[in-house]
């Protein structure tokens, strides 16, 4: 089964109308809401008050319904009573600002006041709901890190202390991870140490690396502490943390493990024309989380956002082809923020199932015309995707790369990634993400598009699985540091000169608005390096600028496989480079052959999706089989509507 | 009489300028000067000394003169002494950051220390001058709200919720007004609340729109203060506080209640070729405050001001043009900031009367020049002007509209407003400004750019005016929320969905630098709106984009008149919309035909006054009658010489 | 001798590397380098304990390897027990956030007891240092007034205030100066007085002038201090500190009379093609601090920098050049940051002259190269350039100019020197800077870029200079205001009017983006002025806008000499102004005629220096001698590489 629905905050709405509400979510098709993510101050009044009747009635009411709950622990928004009587639980910027209550999320992750508060309450709930029937899923606290990612006040000083004594030990020890000695920062006492304030300039990097270890980890500390007292009064049920897509600041890989079902928000902007290929990365990304297990898609809209500076509505038919997205690249579920439309708010304006304008309105008749449709799609639930080439992806390496005062400050890597993803995506090849830690093994094709920060034990990794036969393309300005932000000997690639089979003499990073020539048709923009081959051979050479005639691209055979450095940003042209390893491993695109421009093929267990980005009619190549959606048998070939989709379910392999 | 004069800071200057001051005033022209607007420190040098003796010197000298004295309560900048002896004074940001000494206009609005310490000096000055034969005007502080608008300290949080206890009585009023079931910001005690500083993410609309109000009424307080013991030491003397034109900040509505006489400053660019238009807007503004009474152009710059990043001079003969532009819409005095330019100070490069080079400089010599000319417009004076057409022009409405987590944050009301005035302007439709809860019957047309926050009694009203015969056009984004900014029922347009006869299913806004096709030949820019016509037929049609063939420009024949709906921004485009309405409701040019480019026609009284704003001899169309500028008769047409003008009395009508 | 070397920062590297730089160094040619910049925390483990073991080491392996020593105070950095331990001696910005340790330079000024730390550190150091045979240099401190110029806190306040009553000695001194008649600003005692922390608005001009004029001095006063101590202590060994350029902050005209020799700390953008003009500039100043003796380069980039957004570095051949450039110019010394490049720490990218590829790189080869050259190079040392031209500079009229609320928030110091300094780089022209109060009598031309801030005695030795002969060009906005940020009596120029002959009536600053055509071909931008003439000739008139028709350069025969007057920002199109001046004065190109385009030529002591700024190859005129660098003779032609130069020892003048 697909679950179908949204979040449901009833507390904005007299009780007389959730009666109604229901009544349309069955309409709807709607087979789970998330309920009380905001509902903190409704539970708990004030110190020893609790009021839970109005849960009951509800969960009762949804029950009554065949509604499942996925009920949230409403941890994430502390009630303005226990904010004034704690007020050390609001946050406090790098200034020393401390933020004020009347928004979210204000809460310092250190805070023992509001830890103690918080796990109170997830007690009581999973002490009284626990086994409720109409109970499906726990919903962890809601988007960790968003607003708040790090907090500067005494109490996260002093945490932040505890964590880095654990961590080194000894003041020798953080004293050399932080290469102290450079502009007389030495201490003598961890309690010396503080968060990285706002400072004269530039704070120490190995710091500043460590302090966002630290904000992940205090963060994912109070994850850990709601889970375990769920597991331990609510057993079987299993919970989720709804996270935001490829975010910076939390380190997905290790909260993935505390999850039992990885749950997104997904909030491509539809006046984007590429935003789809940001929302297939994306969902690629969630089902890696737990090595291609079913996710869900916890938030999404139903058309407009109401954050962004101007908030674009989905055109018909767009949530639609969307959803089926999701669904194509592993999720067995698609829900909405928000199922009833707020009437005040900061995100009254955010789009919902049901919007403003009622039943009588074009939101509510997609969202009826698609829970029935989503209905026809039940047997796609549960089915795996089988992936050849994999990307790596290590926060902490993402964390140094845009740490300050590098060769260039435009190295971000999301930008990095993206024309590597691109090149995949429209060549139809399917992609997991894995952590620089995985055994690279099961893939053919291990592509880096940066690694700054890399451990040799990683390398090593990495050189064995290219040793063994695989096939590893590596992107710029890797290989420069260890996992103290302090470079390698001899420079980069540090620990992948061997399998590289060169070294970096020096970055020649490109300035904004320049571009220098590679090979017969590429340009490298933002970045390049003066390459020195010891065994690579040159693929391809800049052909303008002071590092004409030096090489940009290279290849190294290196045990019974081959690895390729691009030593600049090639933007598109990056798809030449990947071809050579793809054609290398024999990896070949879900249809055997390049779908039609716009048209997106993803095949999840026997079901091959085709999905239609563009808004003209389209007639893409397919397998013959039984498109669920029509109904209908399809042959070779499929006629796809404007952002039409077909879910073809192919016949069992003979 | 008209008022000529300007700012007088004496005490930048030693005493035996003085004399020469005031033979050179009467070498201008000068009749009124404003006097003390920065004199506190001088006037009180310490808690208790005073100083009055150079005061009653300077205003003998005036007096003796025939100069009339604008006297000012110099309270807008509180003394150093005060200041460090009560720090509280001082005023704090949204940030925390208590705002030092050293500029001006440096106070709490809500401090008990500054409220005592200015009416204990506003008390003085008033019984002191309050009946001097020099005194002809009360100026009551200076320009209300610049600089400082809002103050974040404790004191003003604890005045902020006196006002909120006022204004809602319950708690479980302010609860349901702000709506504080979203994102769990229930209150459960007023001492909970606090100003919105800056917080983790959107702070609540609907606090924010209530702390706008609450800024603008505790402004308000300090000037009714000021205003009562004035009134009760210095009866039958008006009072005045000068305007600064349509300020965001301050809800003038209210304000102008408070006004014996409205004054207004006003800087417009000299380096904006269309600054005369705005220019326009504001002063037909200064005028609806107070029902179409004579106001006073308070200060201007004689020619360049020194506060914008660049400060254009006006070339000659654009003070008298600009200022005549001001007589014709209304004002009975033109006065200047400064008299005399000064030698030290954040203002020392601001253009004056009398400027650094003295009598020898440019500047002088058209001070003198226009003093002459203006005495010879004596008889403009008192003059009223008519207008068959009013703008409503909310403030509430204006700060609820630019909150955030809007479909789009460029939706801004000077920006809306903006291209309907100057379609009018451009047609020589003379318009004035009114609230929406005045009575709309003694106007023909009534436009509404945008009316975001609509109260059902004011949308009640406006119906009324549709039914009795009246023309209504109303812009798109409007009827949206009630007075708590909350939703109404069923979406917008909310409560004008009848005389409008239709409804809004979706908002759709449009992104930078994209436009949509309207109709023949316009486009809209920013915003667009899924209209669903419930009875309006369509005017313009969306001709490109998603919204192609849905109606972007409707009209609804309701009761005896019709309505207008604009689901779009127009710009320039909005002309044609506005000529329906115009000529459905026989109102005319003032000419009874278009002027030429950039001649600018009013008629104030029985006067006609033709502006020429282009640096071209123009041929313009007129009204026999006598020129009061050349004192020679005109007949139906007027030659304007580049920047020139013609004030025309026209004969008694017969 | 030519010092070549860099900054050795030993303490980031493990003792047994110490002996391999020792040696690598010797390789260089290196002759000194600069040690223990950042070692406080190494030296001064605690509040009493000391650690100088290491450092006799490594000044013992130095001596016994012919490595002269720059010895730094090491006082920039305070540890970070000693900040803990006093945190006042953090310093604070002007919205009060107090800037955490965790960076470098983080000390108040004015701070107690970061002084006493500092100076009993520099004791012990001089103590045990003073007479080391390693000594050569002592290096005070580090980079005054970078990252942190000012401190707001209530320390520097007080400092701030002791400095006011020392300058003022009366409050009615104070209160004059300042001009605080306007805005109600008047003091009645110090105390009341803060520095100029972010108020509600602009903050009273020569409050702000004074608060730059007193952060210059609270520096300087952290530097005497260290002298005083070094000189009692380590008398014979000279002492300098590190400047930066034309840095805005410092006055180094009073800085300069307190250091033994000047040195520079230059870090020219290899990305911007105009970079090595600047660097002319910025050398030229530095030779001219002391009056033309010779000066150090004591840091700069081997290559590329870490600090800008994007950091380019030196294409092969460029150190080289922009090396032997600063030789041209007056240095005696070429060192770098650093000389082994950093594995840890904010500046780990910089690049250093011992790359981390090591022995291998580019980076070193270049290195070792060039040692190899300066070593023939060494008769340059100490040779003395003569210029006919001095360019007035004034750091108190910088601040004033670029104070707020200014006619042109665009006219900034740099900007309008920039191209009067470019033309005469092209025209092969040797320039000085001078102080306003300098004689001028050696020179044969004086240029006025701009002296927005001018005291009568300054002016009254210009219009000396001209009466006996000189030529002046003076810039526009000159002469406006006196010491106290007061303008002149009758107007701009103020003192100047006579010399120049000619008065302002009003300045027209040109908007952004907007140009003014001036006589045949040239266009003003950014400034204009309506001048009157008083005897001066009209050299060339505006040709558009307001002003067309007026004059806007001006000639003005006065006594033996001529004083032009420039009313606008005329950028390239200085050049002809300046041509006629230096003609009257009779004023010729280094070489008798103007160098190829590229090429810059400049004469020290008998040494002339072609330098090739070109990637092309070049053929420039030459005078015949011997080119130290190829060891050839040469003739009346020299060809110069790409990047190329030549080092020609003219034969003594016959």
Known sequence: MIQYGGDYNPEQWPEEVWAEDAELMREAGVTMVTVG???????????????????????????DHSIAVDLATATASPPAWLVRAEPEILPVTADGVRLE???????????????????????????????????????????????????????????????????????????????????????????????????????????????????????????????????????????TTNFMSMMESLDYWEWAEHEDIVSDDAYPDPADPRAHIGAALNYDLMRSLKGGKPWLLLEQAPSAVSWRPVNTPKPPGLQRLWSLQALARGADGIMYFQWRQSRAGAEKFHSAMLPHRGTESRGWRETVRFGAELARLAEVAGGRITARVAIVLDWESWWALEGTDHPSARMRWRDLLRPWYEALYARGVTVDFVPPSADPSPYRVLLAPNLYLLREEDAERIAGFVRDGGRLVCGPFSGVVDAHDQLHDGGAPGPLREVLGLVVDEFWPIPDGKRVGVGADA?????????????????????????AGLPAVTRHSYGRGSARYVGCHLGAGIGRVLDGALSEAGVRPVLGQPAPDGVEAVLRGRHLFLLNHTGEEVDSPSFPGHDLLTGTETGLRVRLGPRGAAVVRLPPKS
């Open 37 to 63: 993510v905001f509902s903190w101050a409704k539970l708990q009044p004030g110190p020893d008050t609790w009021d839970f009747g109005w849960l009951d009635r509800l969960l009762d009411l949804l029950a």
């Open 101 to 239: 209550f009347g928004s979210r999320q204000h809460y310092c992750p250190s805070s023992p006041a509001y830890r103690t508060a918080a796990l109170r309450l997830v007690r009581k709930l999973a002490e009284r709901y626990g086994d409720h029937r109409a109970l499906a899923l726990w919903h962890i606290h809601n988007e960790y890190g968003d607003h708040v990612t790090a907090c500067f006040c005494p109490r996260s000083a002093a945490h932040f202390r505890q964590w880095l004594k654990d961590r080194y030990r000894t003041l020798e020890g953080l004293n050399h991870a932080w290469g102290t000695a450079f502009w007389s920062q030495h201490y003598s006492s961890f309690d010396e140490i503080e968060p990285p304030r706002t400072a004269p300039g530039p704070v120490n990097p190995t710091q500043v690396l460590d302090w966002r270890r630290f904000c992940s980890y205090a963060l994912l500390r109070l994850h850990r502490g709601e889970r375990s007292t769920l597991r331990e009064l609510s057993p079987g049920i299993p919970a």
């Open 523 to 547: 340009e490298a923009t933002l970045w390049s390096e003066w390459l020195v081959p010891e065994g690579a051979v040159t693929l391809d050479s800049y052909t303008s600028g002071v590092l």
